[in-house]
Each structure stands twice: as structure tokens, then as C-alpha cells.
């Protein structure tokens, strides 16, 4: 009986951490411009349906949110992979940014279907999609991108953004409400175990 009132208490008190560790989570707010050159499969840009290489990529002037530690000019390795958009076929991640001190990387990966339109009038494909974002010592968090692919002449830009506009929603009282059966149930279990 003692053994069996052990395990329970042992089992509510984990369970009780682990909802209060979640109930402390941060999530990702917050959006960042990019932009770079890209190469296409195609020189006519109506014809193209994916990039064969990406160069230049640099963070621009727009931050917000989670991603204000991101000041323009700052170096970083920034790697956006190269990607078609007809049919969908890229990498395990879209863009991925690594900063020169230790420890601190953001990264996006694709984690849905790519839309993608053709602008004719502007010479522009205005491709995008959802992804999942990560930060270090931030909870990985789903969010948008777009990318603007503008040629005018012979040169070919690209621009884009990644938006994480995500607010922390409360969970209805249900974190707190588990986690206050599970003390209320340690209690039980303890007096339980003290008359017997």
C-alpha cells in the first residue's frame, strides 16, 4: 500500500513540474526583413519556378519583436537555401541565420505548402508559405514567410520576410487548474500515507 502511495506521489509530482515548466514557456513574437540575389532556373522570370542559388542574403532595417537583437550591419552568416516553388521540393530548413558569439542562432524551417503567384504587370513572383521558427532560448514557434522576386532588365532581386505574429494566448486556466489537482492530490496521498 505505502509502495503504491509512493509511486502515485512521485508520479503527480513530476507531472506537476512539467505543467509549470510548459506554463513558463516563450514564445517567438516578431518579424525580420532580408534580402538577396538570387539565380533562377529560368532568364525569363514568367518561366521560373525555383532558385538555383541565393547570394548576398543580408538582414535589412526591419525588426521587430523577438528578432530587435538583430541590428542592420551586423555580421552574420545568413543562408537562405535555394528552393523550387513549382512543383514544392527545398531543404530541411528556408533560411538560417548564425551570429559571431556563441550560442545564439535563429533559423526557420519550411513546414507547409508553398503558394505561389505571378505578377505579370510587375515582373514579380510573390511566393510564401508557413514555417516553424527557432531561437535560441525561445520555444520553437510557427510562422509566415514571403519572398518578393523582382526582375527589372537583366537583374533579378529578391526580398522578403519572416513574420511570427503569435501572442501568447491563455490556456483557459487549464495549466493551472491541472496543476492545482495534482498538489491536491499529493496532499490526499500524504494523509493517506500518515494514518496508515
Given at each position: 500500500m505505502k509502495t503504491s502511495?509512493?509511486?502515485?506521489?512521485?508520479?503527480?509530482?513530476?507531472?506537476?513540474?512539467?505543467?509549470?515548466?510548459r506554463a513558463f514557456a516563450v514564445p517567438i513574437v516578431g518579424s525580420f526583413a532580408f534580402s538577396g540575389g538570387p539565380t533562377l532556373n529560368n532568364a525569363d522570370i514568367s518561366l521560373a519556378t525555383g532558385f538555383i542559388d541565393i547570394t548576398g542574403e543580408s538582414v535589412t532595417g526591419l525588426q521587430?519583436?523577438?528578432?530587435t537583437p538583430l541590428p542592420t550591419g551586423l555580421t552574420a552568416h545568413v543562408d537562405l537555401q535555394a528552393f523550387n516553388w513549382n512543383p514544392a521540393t527545398y531543404s530541411s530548413y528556408l533560411m538560417q541565420i548564425i551570429f559571431p558569439f556563441p550560442g545564439l542562432t535563429y533559423k526557420f524551417v519550411i513546414s507547409g505548402p508553398i503558394d505561389a503567384n505571378y505578377d505579370s504587370a510587375l515582373h514579380t513572383w510573390n511566393i510564401g508559405g508557413t514555417g516553424l521558427a527557432s531561437i535560441t532560448g525561445f520555444d520553437d514557434t510557427t510562422g509566415n514567410w514571403t519572398l518578393s522576386v523582382v526582375q527589372l532588365g537583366n537583374s533579378v532581386s529578391l526580398a522578403g520576410v519572416l513574420d511570427?505574429?503569435?501572442?501568447?494566448?491563455?490556456?483557459?486556466g487549464t495549466t493551472a487548474?491541472?496543476?492545482?489537482?495534482?498538489?491536491?492530490?499529493?496532499?490526499?496521498?500524504?494523509?493517506?500515507?500518515?494514518?496508515?
Open positions: 502511495i509512493i509511486k502515485i506521489t512521485g508520479a503527480l509530482v513530476v507531472a506537476a513540474v512539467l505543467l509549470a515548466s521587430s519583436g523577438s528578432y511570427v505574429n503569435t501572442s501568447s494566448l491563455p490556456d483557459g487548474l491541472l496543476l492545482g489537482l495534482g498538489l491536491v492530490g499529493m496532499s490526499l496521498a500524504v494523509r493517506r500515507f500518515k494514518k496508515a
